[in-house]
Nanobody, 115 residues
């Protein structure tokens, strides 16, 4: 059974920072990429950042320069460093793992940016 465990969410003031972590375990096959998505109330889930095992990254335009994705392939872990947070970053953040077998999702972690 594949399991993705996210951590690091919470409440932060505008301009603050948070670091999300996602650890994957189980038999998911050959890892291709890991990423972070988010979903705000009433909105569709959107890609925030994604990183391949080769290190190629892509970001949502609105987070470029503020968020940084990184990974530890040996530990099947992906991180999302979020700086200069804005109220519009408020959402549930989901970790996604892509392998040659399938794609898997974490349960989500709430990020709330508010004063």
């Amino acid at each position: 059974q594949v399991q993705l465990v996210e951590s690091g969410g919470g409440l932060v003031q505008p301009g603050g920072s948070l670091r999300l972590s996602c650890v994957a375990s189980g038999s998911f096959g050959s890892l291709l990429a890991m990423g972070w998505y988010r979903q705000a109330p009433g909105k569709q889930r959107e890609l925030v950042a994604r990183i391949t095992t080769g290190g190629t990254t892509n970001y949502l335009d609105s987070v470029k320069g503020r968020f940084t994705i990184s990974r530890d392939n040996a530990k099947n872990t992906v991180f999302l460093q979020m700086n200069s947070l804005k109220p519009e970053d408020t959402a549930v953040y989901y970790c996604k793992l892509e392998s040659r077998i399938s794609s898997y999702w974490g349960q989500g972690t709430q990020v709330t940016v508010s004063s």
